[in-house]
């Protein structure tokens, strides 16, 4: 008996050193083809350490950040090759999607001011390999309510995708806080307020966590998570182990899981594997310091989360959200909203059985110690979405209609879809005209072969707005902005307030080259 089991376990060890060794082979694979690795992918700006980040204020970040701009310009821009001075390169001067030369570069940390005293403020964080592009029309929500908006660039962002490869998770955190000290001196003794989008979400909640021990941290009054990265899929905890044949110089892209023409202005294409350990290392810190608070009795004492969240998301675990956050709260009027999938689809046939019971399968008994909303057909036939609601405590559910409705041809939201309204000028189906970022990138109705393009057909299908984006930035508020009528549609938006200036001057581009 012994003798089978010592075998059985020496061949596991062999089965396993065979797959490890077919996995670098993969990697090394990887590494001798496919896209070259570019200037943005090897020019790593120097970036403030989380000493620099505690000890400074906004304006010396501001600084800094006009110093690394400068550097990629000189570094990158100026440096391009011939053969990539192409009008989808962001990095090409001469682009239709170089940052500088767009309505605005979103890439830049920025505030936005109200009109008059501030009523308050808040903090806006963006997600991974993103940029303070999309929370902007969160923003502007809260500008019009009177706040004070702070929207920092995390480091190792909006300037080149290696920017990833050293950045670590700690470095963000440490920017949060800079924001928020920034944010709470704006508008002192006001109601302070954090915006998390995915990364940004776990950065808002750790934040928040922290404060609780931390009597030098200003402590937020609400938090507002749009899909929130507190657990991600299980193969981000081995994702090191793909760049180990980056140690050698030869095989120097084995460090990416994606090597992809960069033609989004305002997030990165290219994916470092750094990126997908810090993100997962984060997650577990997040999870940890959770747990810790939960036992120490001090979730009751955190900030009441709003959360949003599609069902079907592709990037984080919705599961985790629930399991891993809101399944620990006690009762301190926070609330879950969950879109769901479209159950009156034209597409449904295609869809996968285990899609229609995703919801039933997320949610814990009832009674819980939080308010559940989902935003769902009116019934099986209708594309006119209601909101049910259950209360903290109660098992009775209130529907409300909401006076919108789920596109025919979507089936569901994506993780990246929910900041983005309709009428975004990059990422919505129906783009405002009157904004110049280059492309339409959710505009766009793929036709055609595969191979012509340059870039997979995956990132262009996948949903990236938001038909629900009413409803939600009614449900965020703030709570000094106007509130919808009862059992109808959400009350229209007050008048848009302009769009920020940026924090300094473009350093001087040089002329674009034909």
């Known amino acids: 008996m012994f003798a089978r089991l010592k075998r059985t376990v020496r061949w596991l060890v062999i089965l396993l050193v065979l ?39 906004w304006a010396g970040y501001l600084a800094r950040e006009d110093k690394l701009f400068a550097e990629v310009i000189a570094e990158v821009v100026q440096k391009l090759p011939e053969d990539e ?10 682009s239709v999607v170089y940052p500088p030369s767009l309505t605005q570069n979103f890439n830049r940390s920025y505030e936005l ?22 929370l902007r029309h969160v923003g502007r929500r809260y500008a019009e309510a009177g706040y004070v908006v702070v929207a920092p660039r995390l480091p190792g962002h909006g300037t080149v995708p290696a920017g990833l490869t050293a950045a670590e998770w700690e470095d963000w955190l440490a920017a949060t806080r800079l924001a928020v000290r920034e944010a709470a001196a704006r508008a002192p003794g006001k109601k302070l307020e954090i915006v998390g989008f995915s990364n940004g979400g776990a950065l808002a909640l750790k934040y928040a966590l922290d404060a609780l021990g931390d009597d030098k941290l200003v402590r937020p009054d609400r938090l507002v998570l749009i899909s929130p990265m507190i657990g991600i899929t299980r193969f ?34 290219s994916f470092p594997v750094n990126g997908a350990v810090q993100s997962h290392q984060l997650t577990r810190a997040l999870q940890a310091a959770i747990t810790r608070e939960a036992r120490a009795g001090r979730l009751k004492d955190l900030a009441p989360a709003l959360t949003f969240q599609s069902v079907m998301d592709f990037t984080v675990s919705t599961r985790a959200i629930i399991d891993a956050f809101y399944s620990q709260l006690p009762s301190n009027g926070s609330e879950l909203v969950l879109f769901d999938i479209n159950r009156n689809t034209k597409l449904g046939p295609l869809l996968r059985a285990t899609s229609y019971s995703a ?62 309204p309709p009428e975004d000028g990059l990422y919505g189906s129906h783009p405002d005209p009157s904004e110049n970022f280059g492309l339409e990138l959710g505009a766009m109705a793929v036709r055609g072969e595969r191979g012509a393009l340059i870039v997979s057909l995956d990132a262009l299908v996948r949903m990236s707005s938001n038909p629900f984006f009413p409803y939600m930035i009614e449900r965020i508020g703030p709570t000094s902005a106007p509130a919808a009528p009862a059992g109808g549609t959400p009350a229209a938006a007050p008048p848009p307030v302009p769009e920020p200036e940026a924090p300094a001057a473009e350093p001087a581009e040089p002329a674009p080259v034909p």
């Open 113 to 134: 001011l109200p009109a008059g005293e501030p009523v308050g403020a808040v903090v806006l964080l963006h997600g991974l390999t993103d940029s303070p592009y999309s």
């Open 359 to 420: 919801l039933l399968r997320l949610l814990p008994p009832l009674p819980r110690n939080f308010r559940t909303v989902i935003v769902t057909n009116e019934d099986a036939g209708s594309d006119l979405v209601v909101e049910r609601s259950i209360a903290a405590g109660s098992s009775e559910e209130v529907v409300r209609p909401l006076g919108l409705s789920y596109p025919p041809d979507v089936y569901s939201l994506s993780h990246v879809a929910l900041p983005f």
């Open 19 to 57: 797959g490890f060794v077919a996995f670098l082979g993969m990697r090394v694979w990887f590494a001798q083809t496919g896209a070259p690795l570019e200037a943005w992918h090897t020019f790593v700006p120097e970036e403030m350490s989380i000493a620099e980040l505690d000890a400074a204020d």
């Open 85 to 94: 001075r192409i009008p989808s390169n962001r990095y090409f001067a001469g």
């Open 236 to 269: 981000a905890r081995f994702a090191g182990l793909a760049a180990l044949p980056a140690l050698l110089p030869a095989f120097d892209k084995a460090a990416w899981l994606g090597i992809v023409p960069e033609f989004n202005p305002f997030k990165y294409n």
